[in-house]
């Protein structure tokens, strides 16, 4: 039996997105940095997945953490990055652009979208800091746009339910509303209260380092501080499992 929706699921390693694959998931969203909410990856790790994968992969590009309110190099930036995951054959990028006013750049928006075709684009969750969900919507539709990613404006998909489910009945055939998140236990739920055909989740598994010499004086971050000897990776069994659930 298939799945009530498209499983997406975000990685940020080409080993995750392996782990994905194996799980079932239909596409996978590579990323860099996902404590930031997710950077551009590196150019080996697009190569290399693209070259691993036998299902769709979309790269998100974004050039730094923090707002989605961008200087024309970092414009320049996002355009030769786009330029690259074209060139090594992926399916789709993920971008997010927005004026200091909280709406849609329209403009910078049309060019990076005009750039990466014929891949498919992504809106992100900058979508979630919009000033108006329902107006930017539907610029993105008009701008022919394939999907956005939201939250319902909350930092949880549970709080933002209600306002995702009426975004996918503004948005009918014209662009996909994917709502990002959902565990095993209740993604079922999010997709039938929110008429969504598409999903994206996470599904991932502590890995412990293989260091026995540990210097636990220090940390290699900033501010916040993940810990150095163990890191989230994709568990195939939670996306097995989060499939089953859609069946």
């Excluded at 990685?11 to 782990?19: G, Q, R, T």
């Excluded at 990323?31 to 070259?51: K, M, Y």
């Excluded at 993940?226 to 195939?236: L, V």
């Amino acid at each position: 039996m298939q799945p009530k929706a498209r499983v997406e699921v975000c990685v940020d390693s080409v080993e995750s997105a392996l782990a994905a694959q194996a799980g079932g998931a239909h596409r996978v969203e590579l990323c860099a940095g996902l404590i930031e909410g997710g950077t551009t990856p590196s150019t080996g790790a697009i190569e290399l997945a693209r070259r691993s994968l036998q299902i769709d992969l979309n790269v998100i590009v974004r050039p730094r953490a923090g707002d989605f309110c961008y200087s024309d190099v970092e414009l320049e930036v996002m355009q030769r990055d786009i330029a690259a995951a074209k060139a090594l054959g992926v399916n789709g990028v993920v971008i997010g652009i927005l004026k200091e006013d909280g709406a849609i750049d329209v403009e910078r928006t049309r060019r990076l979208v005009d750039a990466a075709r014929p891949m498919s684009v992504t809106f992100h969750r900058a979508f979630d800091m919009s000033r108006d969900p329902h107006e930017a919507l539907e610029t993105l539709a008009a701008l022919g746009i394939e999907r956005v990613l939201t939250k319902g404006q909350e930092d949880s998909i549970w709080e933002g339910l209600d306002l995702v489910a009426r975004l996918v009945a503004q948005a009918g055939e014209r662009i996909i509303v994917m709502p990002g998140g959902g565990r095993e236990r209740n993604v079922r739920a999010v997709v039938e209260r929110t008429g969504a055909r598409e999903i994206h989740v996470v599904g991932t598994q502590v890995v412990e380092s293989r260091m026995l010499h540990r210097n636990l004086r220090l940390s290699m971050g900033g501010a916040v501080r993940p810990p150095e000897f163990s890191w989230a990776a994709t568990d195939p069994a939670r996306i097995r499992a989060i499939l089953d659930a859609l069946r």
